[in-house]
């Protein structure tokens, strides 16, 4: 018993601990650390194993014991940052995406940058038309096995890659077909670089979804990009608010607000709910560092930002680092040989199977091999899928890090866009907030659409347990169920503006009573002072000083005279 009550007593005294970090390539590196080590020791080791300069544009991110996932903060100590005990496990992911990543100052930069957009297509994350789909597939396909041959490539060589989270057959030929003719003689740099390219071009590309809610209750997903906040329902993109435009973030529980100003002086305010208050704050601090990183000239005007207008309540929070000018100036001074890169195309990866890696499955239905997958990938493989960053290649203010045809698009009032022929849905492993309270519109989404679906999801569909209804189409249980969100969601405003009330009245209490506290000491004090004269001879005061403030500085002085003399004689 006493043995059990030490052990973890003596674990929290560990002087190293041991902390593992999965890499873009499924690569570990593992590593042991002081226990008061922060942030950027870490960050400063893995860099110096990957050869990497530029540095800047990458982080290292972490899943609590309740599945919320967070950036590690390189100015704190690790050990306080985890809520679990060591060994610790992280994952290096991009975050910050360039605006034109193939424009990246070193070769290694562009391809981590590539790893990670290839597992955000793998994941959903970057969702595009079927035509963009199989011209990146095929990119990938050649920078990973080279050109085509028929002796090395049978007939449906293609099929055995796992590029997107479901597969057409048309769709497996039309890469194959891209890759045997358009792309013949391409080293896999020139493809890597083609890709990254054609990446940038999409709706999606930069995207790091958070689930919400909007104001109707119904499910969107929320993210911060290198060319502004966009959010994404369906299959369109229904808002888009350029950094230039976007003014003010603001969190309070799990309501997120955005405050930006539009041309022609037109002022909104866009309100969604988050699914927890930590998933809210989590959203907040990226918006707060995305908007730092891709908005500001120099890091000397990033200021500490809180999440309300009062300096009582609400968090605090300050973007550390270089910014996107720094960083691009910072790497234009690179003057080195290029690091020699390993690449991983042919070594078994879990987020991108290798064609080396065996049949197909073609005893798994296709719409299910999504889902066999994700039950193989447990435990670390949930935080190992986390999203991404990456560099920047820009100069200026807001606008200027948008690239030419995405800027006169912007110009010409595209605020609503199809971003596919599909919902944009990725899949719930991946996402980097708990989706807890999302769990039944996204199951129908996925249905709806053909998306894989998860183990759990399939085993109840076998068993016959109705997940829900139609996407598009609740029923009456759906409409129930919005209006009782929106009840609650109405009695949580209520409880929140009672909360707040009180929050402000007592500290209002708290400030008189220390000003009254400062009046009395200084009316009681030796300054000579006019309005503190006119004070001291009132006879109201006069009687406050006879009958109450003189007893009671006797009685403070009578005690300290006691406690004085007991530490004499207990020093005797």
Partial sequence: MLSRFMSGSIR???????????????????????????????????????????????????????????????????????????PFTMCLRVKFYPPEPAFLKEEITRYLVFLQIKRDLYHGRLLCKTSDAAMLAAHILQAE????????????????????PKHSEKLERRIADLHKTELIGQTPETSERNFLQKAQML????????????????????????????????????????????????????????????????????????????????????????????????????????????????SRFRFSGRVAKEVMEQSAKIKREPPEIHRAGLVPS??????????????VPRTRRRAVHISIMEGLESLRDSAHSTPVRSVSHGECFIPRSRSQAADAGERIAVISDEAYSPSDSVLPTPVGEHSVELAGSRQSNGAPRSIEEE????????????????????????????ALSEVEQVNKFVLS???????????????LLLLIVLTESDLDIAFLRDIRQTPEFEQFHYEYFCPLRRWFACKLRWVGGLLINKGD
Wanted: one cysteine or more; glycine letters at 8%.
């Fill in 12 to 86: 929290n005294l560990e002087r190293e601990y041991s902390c593992t970090v999965r890499l873009l390539d499924d690569t570990e590196y593992t590593c042991t650390i002081q226990r008061d080590a922060k942030g950027q020791y870490l960050f400063d080791l893995i860099c110096h194993h990957l050869n990497l300069l530029e540095k800047d544009y990458f982080g290292i991110r972490y899943v609590d014991p309740d599945k919320q996932r967070h950036w590690l903060e390189v100015t704190k100590s690790i050990a306080k940052q985890m809520k679990c005990q060591p």
């Fill in 145 to 164: 096995i080279g050109n085509y041959d028929p002796g090395k490539h049978p007939e449906g060589y293609s099929s055995k890659f796992q590029f997107f």
């Fill in 203 to 314: 709706e999606t590309y930069g995207v790091d979804p958070h689930p919400c809610k909007d104001v109707s209750g119904n499910p969107a997903f929320l993210a911060f990009t290198p060319f502004g906040f966009v959010v994404l329902q369906g299959n369109r993109r229904v808002h888009f608010l350029k950094w230039n435009e976007l003014t003010k973030l603001k969190f309070e529980g799990k309501t997120f607000h955005i405050y930006a100003n539009q041309k022609e002086d037109k002022k909104i305010i866009l309100t969604y709910f988050a699914p927890t208050p930590e998933a809210c704050k989590h959203l907040w601090k990226c918006g707060v560092e995305n908007q730092a990183f891709y908005k500001l000239e120099k890091s000397s005007q990033v200021r500490t930002v809180s999440s309300s207008n009062l300096f009582f309540k609400g």
């Fill in 350 to 363: 879990r987020s991108c199977p290798s064609i080396t890696h065996g049949p197909r499955l073609t005893s």
């Fill in 459 to 486: 085993k109840e569909s076998e068993a016959g347990t109705p997940l829900c209804g139609e996407a598009g189409d609740f029923g009456v249980g759906g409409r129930s169920a919005q209006e009782g969100d929106s």
């Fill in 501 to 515: 009330v009180l929050r402000l009245l007592l500290v209002t209490i708290g400030l008189l009573f220390v000003l």
